[in-house]
């Protein structure tokens, strides 16, 4: 499978633990984008990265909220003492703006119920 | 800020029929539009992209349309297939993709 991969898919933590996923993205896509969705709602940009550089943060990306891509492969998100809002579909999508299909491909996205 | 939006949330339409999905965005800046198809607990599909030096752009069974005057995506799937039921939203890429809300496609068997 070469699309963008996520891990895990399901993650259900307690109230103040701190969560980590993983996004793997398509290997010829130098971009790479996390967004956030809520239930009904389209998805909301929260940074991205072209190679290692991380270009832009969204607002909604608080100090609680990191986000890596050390090599310029693959990324991790980080939420530490998470909270009860952050429960939400976190999607990982990846794209090149070179290529023919200049389009951001997404993952499945990682659920994340903080109970 | 900027964003892109929809005018209808929800679409309901028989079987058999043709399916039209509208959007308006309000970055003049963007230059390249994409409409995605989403399922339940599934992240967005990729359906079909367009540039804006273009007004139309056909794939298998889809269309899209770009008017730059008003700002306006619309989204039209021919022969619309029960499979065809799912969220669709309309995405303006300048530098990231920023989506609108949604329009929820519901085919009538």
């Known amino acids: 499978d070469t699309g963008v991969s996520q891990n895990p898919r399901h993650k259900i933590t307690k109230r103040g633990q701190n969560v980590t996923f993983r996004c793997d993205p398509i290997?010829?896509?130098?971009?790479l984008y996390w967004y956030r969705q809520t239930l009904g709602q389209g998805p909301e940009f929260l940074t991205y990265f072209q190679n290692e550089a991380q270009l832009e943060k969204s607002r909604l990306l608080s100090d609680r909220f990191s986000a890596e891509r050390p090599k310029g492969s693959f990324s991790t998100l980080e939420i530490q003492r998470t909270e009860q809002g952050d429960s939400a579909m976190y999607l990982c999508?990846?794209?090149?703006?070179?290529?023919?299909?200049?389009?951001?491909?997404f993952g499945q996205g990682t659920r994340l119920t903080v109970v | 800020g900027e964003s892109v939006g929809l005018h209808l949330p929800t679409l309901s339409v028989q079987e058999g029929d043709n399916s039209i999905i509208n959007c308006a965005y309000s970055?003049?800046?963007?230059?390249?539009f994409i409409w995605y198809k989403q399922e339940s607990g599934k992240g967005p599909q990729f359906i079909i992209d367009?540039?804006?030096?273009?007004d139309k752009r056909q794939g298998q069974r889809v269309t899209v349309l770009l008017n730059k005057t008003v700002k306006h995506l619309s989204l039209q799937i021919a022969a619309t297939q029960p499979g065809d039921s799912a969220v669709y939203f309309c995405a303006e890429t300048y530098d990231k993709v920023i989506f609108g809300p949604g329009t929820s496609l519901s085919v009538i068997p």
């Open positions: 290997s010829e896509h130098n971009r």
């Open positions: 999508a990846s794209s090149h703006p070179a290529l023919e299909v200049r389009a951001a491909f």
């Open positions: 970055n003049s800046a963007s230059d390249y």
């Open positions: 367009i540039r804006s030096n273009m």
